[in-house]
């Protein structure tokens, strides 16, 4: 299995630009999660989706963050307009049900300008 | 609600000493508890679990991390440190019971390894 792979790798905008950011589980895994990892805030869960159905978005820091998962084998999370504040390292992960085991991408490192 | 806090940001041992990463949680509920680590430009891998059963688990690479309940606590140890150990570590907690499966992860701490 390939594992989580999330895109893109690395990605710079400028302020107030949208960012999409790609997460595609592990197939049969039927939850997902994004987490943010920031030197201030350590790693901090967004959101999380169970069978494609958001469970709990009390995370998202503000309505400029959006986050969908239309299949079960894709997942975005969006940022609109962007601010340097977003700048973070921000992480997929996804587990099968009877499994605590979180399995994560390797992450997208945002950098907002 | 659960927390999780990890004793000592920063953890430097010499090769082949003894690890001992320090984990205390708060839960008003039993937990479950993690152990992951990170290594430079990757994601988290889980390192061991505890979730029922015996007190005392094993995980990969020789780490093992004891649950105890009077102290709320699950440090990881492992009783000979190599260089390949050096990463970070989160330990993590959630709720046993009920339907929320999010984790909540501490600060992390920095393990260095020296020759």
């Known amino acids: 299995d390939a594992g989580v792979i999330q895109s893109p790798r690395h990605e710079v905008t400028e302020m107030g630009q949208e960012v999409t950011l790609r997460c595609k589980p592990i197939s049969g895994h039927d939850y997902l999660f994004w987490y943010r990892q920031t030197m201030m805030r350590g790693l901090e869960l967004l959101i999380y989706f169970n069978n494609n159905v958001p469970i709990d978005d009390s995370g998202m820091p503000e309505d400029r963050f959006s986050a969908k998962m239309p299949n079960a084998s894709f997942s975005t999370l969006k940022i609109q307009p962007s601010e340097p504040r977003d700048s973070a390292v921000y992480f997929c992960?996804?587990?099968?049900?009877?499994?605590?085991?979180?399995?994560f991408g390797s992450g997208t490192q945002l950098s907002v300008l | 609600a659960q927390s999780v806090t990890q004793l000592g940001s920063h953890v430097s041992v010499s090769e082949g000493a003894l690890v001992l990463l320090r984990c205390n949680y708060s839960?008003?509920?039993?937990?479950?508890l993690f152990w992951y680590v990170q290594y430079p430009n990757q994601g988290l891998q889980l390192l061991l679990k505890y979730t029922t059963g015996a007190t005392l688990v094993k995980g990969i690479n020789g780490f093992e991390a004891e649950f105890k309940k009077s102290e709320t606590s699950f440090h990881l140890t492992k009783p000979s440190a190599h260089m390949s150990d050096a990463a970070e570590y989160f330990c993590?907690?959630?709720?046993?019971?009920?339907?929320?499966?999010?984790?909540?992860f501490g600060s992390g701490t920095q393990l260095t390894v020296l020759p």
């Open positions: 839960s008003s509920v039993p937990p479950y």
């Open positions: 992960a996804s587990s099968f049900a009877t499994n605590e085991k979180l399995f």
């Open positions: 993590a907690v959630r709720a046993a019971s009920g339907s929320a499966r999010q984790l909540t």
